[in-house]
């Protein structure tokens, strides 16, 4: 089968790279990939948002299924278009994406279905805001309706963060809906499933450290790395299934929403096992694939064949997981998430080698002439499977150290739960 996968992340290098052992593949493409992707398939230049770019390879090529990382193409129509020229495809349409490419729309549809989550108002200008603000009490989130890569939350404890909040919205953007949220404590976990809108198959539980700072410290990023499973209590995963995830697929089929893919949930687990949802994504989450594909010891393509095909899961199909525990540290180019340098080479990254239980998974990176340089924020995903949080730690880290550049950042503390 001759497979492309869209998107240039750490996400889609562990994906190819997951999809690579399958012995059903016997070519993969990557539209349009990075360096690291460049080294275990054919890179084509074709960006992912490049719609009719991306039909038209796809259709030449005569590829036998797509699978589609990020949000933004699925947000702007891929997979249905996709389908409706008969490629198959694994990616929810556009319709279906919207539990993630609108805040407001996912927040009435969890309310709608008794979906638990946290309280919220939608408001459409400063002074609707400020009202919104002043009902719940400080702290606040207030977050932006649509896409915005993991920086359109602002969790807010004071009112000079929730101006400086305010100016962030609405100078970047005048009018358009804002949902302001009541301020949730607890633990957070990331909980995913692939579906077909009908059936579902549970992914293992994972966390990521959203903040940029370690102690959980500084504005929110994409994820700057991540552990699986989640340090959960026993029992909590039949809990998850139990309050979110059974009275989501009962909404998807109520809705008649023909989901296909993955589907994300953010959740918050607060005190007195309360569990809420936080977000919905509409796709593999990244830093998360990296830490649980790494512990997937099942044929991937066992769930994306039949469901790119004919839009069905296969039934009874459990997934055989590693019980190691996965940890995964990102490394960032020093200025991240706001403005940074690109095109930094990164001198020791062509030297490491890995053991059969460490990956070096490459997000912003381009190869030139067999050296590797940033082209990104988030750069390397730097992840080892042990046998216990510490020994995955630990080993991930010792490659952290051998690999970081010098205007290089990650944080030192994932992992490491307060
Ligand atoms: P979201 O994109 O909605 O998941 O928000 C990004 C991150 O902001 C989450 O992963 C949490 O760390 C934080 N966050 C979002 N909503 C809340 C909330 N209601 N209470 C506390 N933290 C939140
Ligand atoms: N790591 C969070 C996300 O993928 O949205």
């Not at 001198?347 to 912003?364: S, Y």
């Not at 510490?390 to 150290?401: C, F, G, P, Q, W």
């Amino acid at each position: 089968m001759k497979v492309a996968v869209i998107g240039s992340g750490g996400r889609e290098h562990t994906l190819v790279w997951k999809i690579s052992q399958s012995p059903m593949v016997t070519k993969i493409y990557a539209l349009p990939g990075n360096g690291g992707i460049s080294d275990i398939a054919e890179c084509i230049p074709i960006g992912s948002e490049d719609i009719s770019g991306i039909i038209s390879f796809c259709k030449e090529s005569k590829i036998d299924l797509v699978m589609i990382g990020p949000e933004v193409p699925l947000s702007k129509g891929l997979a249905e278009t996709l389908r409706e020229q008969g490629v198959p495809t694994v990616g929810p349409d556009s319709k279906c994406a919207r539990l993630e490419s609108s805040k407001v729309w996912a927040k009435e549809f969890m309310i709608k279905h008794g979906i638990p989550t946290a309280g919220y108002k939608t408001v459409t200008d400063k002074n609707s805001l400020m009202r919104a603000v002043d009902e719940f009490g400080l702290p606040i989130v207030i977050k932006m309706d649509g896409l915005c890569a993991g920086k359109g939350v602002f969790i807010c404890k004071d009112m000079e963060e929730v101006e400086s909040a305010v100016e962030n919205i609405y100078g970047i953007a005048t009018g358009g809906k804002v949902v302001v949220e009541e301020f949730l404590e607890g633990n957070e976990a990331s909980y995913m499933i692939f579906t077909d809108g009908q059936s579902y198959i549970p992914l293992v539980t994972s966390r990521d450290h959203k903040k940029i700072f370690d102690g959980d410290k500084g504005p929110n990023t994409g994820g700057m790395g991540a552990v699986s499973p989640a340090p959960l209590d026993v029992g909590m995963d039949e809990k998850i299934k139990t309050s979110v995830i059974k009275p989501l697929l009962k909404a998807l089929k109520n809705e008649k929403m023909h989901y296909n893919g993955v589907i994300y949930a953010g959740l918050m687990i607060c005190p007195g096992d309360d569990i809420r949802v936080l977000e919905f994504n509409a796709r593999f989450g990244d830093p998360e694939t990296q830490v649980i594909l790494t512990r997937m010891e099942s044929d991937i393509m066992d769930i994306l064949v039949p469901l790119g095909s004919i839009s069905k899961l296969p039934s009874n199909y459990t997934i055989k997981w590693n019980d190691g525990v996965s940890c995964c540290v990102v490394i960032a180019q020093k200025g991240y998430p706001n403005d940074y340098e690109k095109g930094v080479h990164i001198p020791n990254l062509k030297n490491i080698k890995t053991d059969k239980n460490e990956f070096i998974f490459h997000a912003g990176t381009i190869k030139k002439k067999g050296e590797y340089y940033t082209n990104g924020g988030r750069v390397l995903g730097v992840t080892a499977v042990g046998t216990t949080l510490n020994e995955a730690r630990k080993k991930a880290y010792s490659l952290v150290e051998k690999i970081a550049w010098s205007s290089s950042y990650y944080r030192k503390d994932i992992g490491l739960w307060r």
